[in-house]
């Protein structure tokens, strides 16, 4: 079995291992939950400050120009892009990853609708993330009911769903309870080869795994930004849409930041022709700056090098769980499959509540999520090998002791 040596030697042989520095974490702290919440860049904190304190303090409004801040949805979006395979001006940095949704939705549905109004189904997961089952519901009740959510129970049963009157798949490529992640262009092209439409939420993939948006041929895209990406609490999420689109799919927020002339302040909307045609109200300065800066650390690496780690960090603590963990109650949640593996490896375990909360107790980082499982991501950017190993060493410990027994670590905290 690997040891804590072989570890260390990884660490040392790791052409990544540099990139750790261009990140604050603390000491005690072995943060696994990137898939969640990204650690902060240190270059983001003087980011920050330039934002607030030179641009805002002195420049005030006129950094709209002088500093770039009406631009800066479409240029983060154009740095963006080049991580989730999309081309240039077809990707936005703005709103929410759900406000997102219903937009490209509402867009792609209504599209559809016009050529063929038989087509009124919107295919998805029954283990979708809830808000974008939420949205789709919405959607569908604010247009009269007249069309439905098929959900599908497991992903083998997605071909069968597939039929005639589906409009519209709206999938995750990578499950957030599980990690399991799609094949993009497989599916894809299932999907365009009945005549529907393909929507990807990436909000698990973006920064997490290679992504060609181009080459599957799907038709839209949303996205968050503070997971893998490192942007921050809340920060804005992102939409693509192929250019082939653009006109085709009139988004239902019809802001005035989506206006082709905004200033001209014209009380007839009109759409931009391009991607900006997605932007609704008056962005995020500050956090739209914070993305702009995480990104840079990207421009470091690329996405096969930060693969390959990510691979070989989920195999490592897949061995480690394996060879210590079994006897303790302890099921995989993720695939063996490395093709069909995010970044993230999700354990099972009756009281994985508990048992989590015990390990962040010992500055082990991770989350929970319902009904059993304990989720852990690995941000190739600054997780160790060592990492790993002690981790998994910490959560022998809790096992083998009971201390997740402890009454302290079954009060349910707001955030999970």
Not at 172 to 181: A, E, F, L, S
């Amino acid at each position: 079995m690997t040891t804590r040596e072989d570890c260390l030697l990884r660490d040392k042989r790791d052409p990544l291992a540099p990139l750790r520095n261009d990140f604050l974490l603390p000491d005690d702290m072995i943060y696994l939950d990137g898939n969640s919440l990204g650690a902060l860049p240190k270059a983001s904190v003087t980011r920050a400050y330039q934002t607030v304190a030179s641009e805002w303090g002195e420049g005030m409004i006129g950094s709209w120009n002088q500093a770039g801040w009406y631009e800066m949805p479409r240029r983060v979006g154009n740095r963006l892009a080049k991580l989730i395979g999309g081309g240039v001006d077809e990707v936005v940095v703005t709103d929410t990853i759900s406000v997102n949704l219903f937009k490209l939705l509402a867009a792609a549905l209504s599209h559809s609708t016009t050529l063929d109004p038989a087509r009124t189904v919107i295919v998805s997961e029954r283990g979708n993330f809830p808000s974008d089952l939420y949205i789709a519901q919405g959607l569908i009740e604010l247009l009269g009911n007249r069309h439905t959510l098929r959900l599908i129970g497991s992903r083998d049963k997605l071909d069968a769903a597939i039929t005639p009157d589906v409009a519209i798949v709206m999938l995750t490529q990578v499950d957030y309870r599980t990690g399991h992640m799609f094949d993009m262009q497989s599916v894809t092209a299932k999907v365009k080869a009945s005549g529907a439409l393909m929507i990807w939420d990436l909000a698990h993939s973006a920064g997490a795994v290679p992504v060609d948006l181009s080459a599957s041929g799907a038709d839209g895209a949303v996205g968050c930004t503070y997971k893998y990406l490192n942007a921050g609490p809340g920060a804005p999420g992102f939409i693509w849409v192929p250019k082939r689109n653009h006109l085709l799919f009139k988004q239902p927020i019809s802001g005035w930041w989506g206006h082709r002339a905004p200033f001209e302040m014209n009380p007839q909307f009109e759409p931009e022709d391009g991607i900006g045609r997605f932007l609704c109200g008056t962005p995020p300065v500050v956090s739209l700056s914070l993305v702009d800066s995480a990104l840079s650390v990207f421009e470091k690496t690329d996405m096969a090098a930060l693969r390959t780690k990510s691979l070989a960090l989920t195999e490592l603590f897949i061995e480690l769980v394996d060879a210590r963990c079994s006897e303790y109650g302890v099921g995989l949640a993720t695939t063996r499959n490395t093709a069909c593996r995010g970044s993230q490896v999700s354990l099972t375990h009756p009281s994985a509540y508990a048992v989590m909360q015990a390990l962040i107790h010992h500055k082990v980082v991770g989350d929970f999520r319902e009904p059993n499982i304990l989720r852990f991501g690995f941000t190739p950017l600054y997780v160790r090998f060592v990492d790993v190993w002690d981790a998994v060493d910490v959560l022998v410990h809790i096992l083998a002791s009971g201390e997740w027994k402890q009454p302290q670590f079954h009060q349910r905290n707001a955030v999970t």
